[in-house]
């Protein structure tokens, strides 16, 4: 589960400053390690657009062995065969999505340690910690936590593979490995770049010297 982490891509069309397809191709040959597909919120695609772009996205994953993961969509996550599904808090209850979808990667948000220490009793492969940093990204974001959070969720013994979330940047993403996470997450650092291949490439290496 831990090499899938590092750089893990989310974005769905309505995130992106270029075309998706192109986005995730560009941002998979800089190194990302892992994506979600988040097709959410104002300007996202309905219906069968939103299916027929997540295949699209599938088939560039499963091209390059990059895990391909569906937020919130269990339906979706099903229908496309799924490496993976991401939960939050709000979703369905982990229990249920545990049960429905054994076998592959599951991911779950949280936002205090509390919700870490409980995420720890399900058997589920990852936590996503955020939003770390302000994110504009998110409208219905919580309070920043900042880094130390991680840390302050490792002291409480909690040893679930972490990906930090929210306003990731190549200027404070080494922050998010040193208090300990295995990997981060992010949309905007590689959707709204004009560069999305330099973007990740600039990121992956930050990661290496972090
Ligand atoms: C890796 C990762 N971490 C957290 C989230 C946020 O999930 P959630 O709180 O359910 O919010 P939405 O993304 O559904 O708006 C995530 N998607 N991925
Ligand atoms: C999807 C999401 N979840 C968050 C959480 O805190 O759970 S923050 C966030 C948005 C991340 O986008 P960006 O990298 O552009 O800030
Ligand atoms: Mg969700």
Do not use: W
Not at 80 to 100: F, S, T, Y
Not at 197 to 205: D, N, V
């Amino acid at each position: 589960m831990k090499q899938i982490l590092p750089l893990y891509f989310i974005m769905g069309s309505q995130d992106c400053k270029l075309d998706p397809a192109f986005t995730l191709t560009e941002a998979i040959k800089g190194g990302i390690t892992c994506f979600q597909f988040r097709e959410k919120g104002p300007g996202s695609l309905q219906g069968t657009e939103k299916v027929a772009l997540g295949r699209k996205l599938q088939r560039i994953c499963r091209e390059s062995n990059i895990p391909f993961i569906v937020n919130d969509d269990i339906e979706l996550a099903n229908t496309l065969q799924a490496d993976g599904i991401h939960v939050g808090q709000d979703d369905m209850p982990i229990e249920e999505v545990v049960h429905k979808f054994v076998g592959n990667i599951i991911g779950l948000s949280v936002h205090t340690v509390e919700e870490a220490k409980q995420a720890a009793t399900h058997n589920i492969d990852y936590i996503g910690v955020g939003p770390i940093f302000p994110t504009g990204t998110k409208k219905d974001a919580k309070k920043p936590v900042g880094a130390s959070h991680i840390h302050t969720i490792r002291d409480a013994g909690i040893s679930t593979p972490i990906v930090g979330i929210g306003g990731i940047t190549k200027q404070n993403a080494h922050h998010v490995i040193q208090a300990g996470a295995e990997g981060i997450s992010l949309i905007s650092a590689i959707s709204m770049s004009d560069y999305p291949q330099l973007a990740a490439k600039q990121l992956k290496a930050i990661l290496t010297l972090a």
